[in-house]
């Protein structure tokens, strides 16, 4: 199993960045992606980024100019580099893994809340 913390989420201006942060741990050898998604309330939650063990990276249209995710060579930390915030991107924002061999992302943190106001 894998365990994941998210942090980095507060309160920020529009057109201001953030930095989320999801630390992983357990069998962190099992990854073979991990992905930020996240859930406005009255929505559905959306898949933002993912980047998988080699490095190969996904973007939704709606931030692909915006958003950057990266992670350790390790797997034991992603990142979501936010920028040009507005305030549609408030949301709580999770982040979740994949396992080799599965098609799903199976592993989730317990979010962390984002609001764009000013």
């Known amino acids: 199993q894998v365990q994941l913390v998210e942090s980095g989420g507060e309160l920020v201006q529009p057109g201001g960045p953030l930095r989320l942060s999801c630390a992983a741990s357990?069998?962190?050898?099992?990854?073979?992606?991990m992905g930020w998604f996240r859930q406005a309330p009255g929505k559905e939650r959306e898949l933002l980024a993912s980047?998988?063990?080699?490095?190969?990276?996904y973007y939704a249209d709606s931030v692909k100019d915006r958003f950057s995710i990266s992670r350790d060579i390790a797997m034991n930390n992603v990142y979501l580099q936010m920028s040009s915030l507005k305030t549609e991107d408030t949301a709580v924002y999770y982040c979740?893994?994949?396992?080799?061999?599965?098609?799903?992302?199976?592993?989730w943190g317990q979010g962390a809340q984002v609001t764009v106001s000013s």
């Open positions: 979740a893994t994949q396992r080799v061999g599965c098609g799903n992302y199976d592993s």
């Open positions: 357990g069998r962190t050898i099992s990854i073979y992606a």
């Open positions: 980047i998988r063990r080699s490095g190969d990276t």
